[in-house]
């Protein structure tokens, strides 16, 4: 199981269903989700994101607009996705409020977060160690659950296995989620290389291969939540 079979089960039948991508990016998900019949709209507060997002899925919609505060009225969306993304938003009990407000009754919401462990996780510290933010959106989670705002339908962790073909490949794939990175790994770039040599396990084909586990949680807001989640 991965996270995009997950999220297509968690949201089918997607064929004509409203979706709102919370955290785009470049449009990855978005362009999946739009192959499977959803109408898509994403938001990123990121400009370059966002135009990279337009020219990969002219189908969709994309906005620019942070999770704490979506640009769109209550009961807009069939589903909503955060795809590695809520432990990025400053206030990450705010974003799954929104989230709430913006979704239909029955409407869900699924959330994918890499946990603070793994390969992967060791080889990323010490060019942003994310220890706190990533526990952060987990509370944020744990939280809402616990005050009745969300009710659980899915709990699963699943592990994402990537395989890099060297030191330079790894540093060009975390500097493309954010290239406010680039500087921390030109000034520490010995410290970086060894944490990636020491992390990665060495594949029979030469490659170099991190593991980073993943926690998704399929939420649907409570009805006397909705709004205040």
Known sequence: MDALTLIRESLAPLAGKRIVDIGCGPGALARRLVDAGAR????????????????AVPEARFEAATGEALPFPDASF?????????????????????????????????VVEP??????????RPIED??????????????????GAYTCRRDATIERRERFDSLDAFLARVSAVDPAREATIRDR???????????????????FGLVQPLRIHVLEPAAAGRGSA
């Open 40 to 55: 898509v709209t994403g938001i990123d507060p990121g400009a370059a994101a966002l135009a990279r997002a337009r020219d």
């Open 130 to 147: 994310e220890t706190a933010v990533r526990a952060a959106a987990q509370d944020a989670i744990a939280a809402a659950l616990a005050r």
């Open 189 to 207: 770039r010995p410290v970086v290389a060894e944490a990636f040599l020491g992390a990665a396990a060495r594949e029979a084909d030469g490659t």
């Open 78 to 110: 069939d589903g909503a996705v955060m795809l590695n993304a809520l432990h990025h938003v400053p206030d990450p009990a705010a974003a799954l409020a929104e989230a709430a407000r913006v979704l239909v009754p029955g409407g869900r919401l699924v």
């Open 115 to 124: 946990l603070a462990e793994g390969s992967f996780f060791e080889a990323l």
